[in-house]
């Protein structure tokens, strides 16, 4: 039996992010890390399987100014230690083009007074008139021609390249939090293909049993795995107040680069998924990539068969409350449809057809042809249902029922926001353990 003081189980980008912060921030001597798959941050943390945005809230119309003020100094932390590793030669941080669009007078207004409301949070943001954006984005202003332009009242709010870093690789972050977090004088282990089955408490330490008959047991144990959070903390016997839809998102790319920089539409607030948005992506030599769609699937995990099948039920724990809360959604036209047309875009034929009118929105001149489903791109974020308040969290959750063990749920903006939400439970892990956390520290190299 492996023996650690903590051990942080999900070796993603909010997984890594923990180990890290364990390692080099606190004075716990042994930490473990444990990953399901043969390396880091092969599922939803992956460049493919996310937007490649840092969620900073400038162009996130789902944001309130208060959750935007909540997200800035957590996404400002990534881009800080992501410029520390490029001065390294590590590179997966970039400064592109962007910017959210309002179509039509009704978003027009919206935008014009959020933008004089949000402008002091980020003094770098501008505002864009249609004038402005043919010649940052000259696809968006033109008309379904291709000639004219478009005849819609256009604004836009967002930067221009250079002014704020935008894009990142949470995978290749991932990869150099859990490199460097070894080489802290620490007695750090990192194991891979460690599927976790059980955990259980017992004589005051924790025990952890994988699929491959491996034994650990720590003082405390963080479990950051995406949906998988909520299926383990079921297992053991906490969250049972919380219920899990899967919710994947799938994206279309070009053969072109047809867009400068990233470009968001305005959030319908009756939607609790995100907004249309077109990026430059990083994996794809730069070309255009749309999305996201979002839709339920009974799996905890895309493109890995259905081995996880009978988790998705074991998280779902279906029953009147859930049932309630989907159909209470359902009830609302536009949700619906909207669920509706997402399973439609997934239909080959049909799909390039309806979501190039959708694309229409960004870019009016876009033709089916001129986009291709991206196979293998797109990942899961386990949207979390609180049974006793009946109703779906839009935000991160976490269950900590039992002192000593944390199971986390991060959906967007988890990635951007990992290295706060990594410090907030090292903070718990230090009171639980009488440990110290080097907060001067802390606030030289990340704040």
């Not at 490029?86 to 959020?114: I, P, W």
């Not at 004038?131 to 709010?157: F, H």
């Not at 536009?334 to 997934?346: A, G, K, M, P, W």
Request: proline fraction near 4%.
């Amino acid at each position: 039996m492996k023996e650690f003081d903590v051990i942080v189980i999900g070796a993603g980008i909010s997984g890594a992010a923990l180990f890290y912060e364990l390692a080099r921030y606190t004075d716990i001597k042994n930490i473990a890390l444990l990953e399901k798959y043969n390396a880091p941050a092969t599922l939803n943390s992956k460049a493919t399987s996310n937007s490649q945005t840092i969620h900073c809230g400038d162009i996130e119309t789902n944001y309130s100014a208060q959750k935007a003020a909540k997200v800035k100094p957590n996404a400002d932390m990534v881009v800080k230690y992501a410029l520390k590793e490029k001065e390294k030669g590590n590179l997966f941080v970039y400064s592109h083009q962007k910017m959210v669009l309002a179509v039509g007078d009704k978003e027009c207004e919206y935008l014009t007074n959020r933008y004089e409301e949000f402008k002091s949070l980020y003094p770098y943001a501008q505002f864009f008139d249609k004038t402005q954006l043919k010649k940052l984005e000259p696809k968006v202003v033109l008309g379904k021609d291709g000639i004219k332009d478009r005849s819609e009242n256009i604004v836009a709010m967002g930067a221009e390249a250079g002014k704020s870093y935008t894009t990142i690789d949470f995978g290749k972050m991932s990869e150099s939090l859990v490199k460097n977090a070894t080489q802290e004088d620490k007695n750090t282990f990192v194991a891979f293909n460690q599927e976790v089955i059980k955990l259980e408490k017992k004589d005051g330490y924790f025990y952890i049993f994988t699929k491959d008959y491996q034994e650990y047991r720590a003082k405390a144990i963080v479990v950051n795995a995406g949906a998988h959070s909520l299926y383990l903390a079921h297992k053991m016997g906490v969250g049972l107040d919380k219920s899990c839809w899967p919710v994947a998102g799938s994206f279309y790319l070009t053969k072109q680069k047809l867009l400068n920089g990233k470009v968001y539409t305005v959030q319908n607030p009756k939607l609790p998924f995100a907004a249309l948005h077109g990026d430059p992506d990083i994996m794809a030599d730069m070309n255009t990539r749309f999305g996201p769609t979002a839709l339920v699937i009974p799996k905890l995990e895309r493109y890995r068969g259905l081995k996880s099948m009978p988790e998705f039920f074991e998280a779902l724990k279906f029953d009147k409350m859930v049932a309630k809360v989907s159909l209470d959604m359902l009830k609302d036209k536009v949700v619906r449809n909207y669920i509706f047309y997402n399973y439609l875009y997934e239909i080959p034929m049909l799909n390039k057809q309806l979501f190039a009118k959708k694309i229409g929105k960004i870019i009016p001149s876009l033709k089916p042809e001129d986009i291709y489903y991206a196979h293998g791109f797109g990942g899961v974020r386990p949207q979390v249902i609180d049974k006793t308040k009946g109703e779906l969290l839009l935000g991160e959750a976490s269950i900590n029922d039992i002192e000593g063990i944390i199971f986390n749920m991060t959906p967007s903006p988890g990635a951007t926001s990992c290295l706060g939400n990594a410090k907030k439970d090292a903070l718990s892990v230090c009171t639980y353990l009488g440990a110290k956390f080097d907060e001067d520290k802390f606030q030289s190299e990340l704040v």
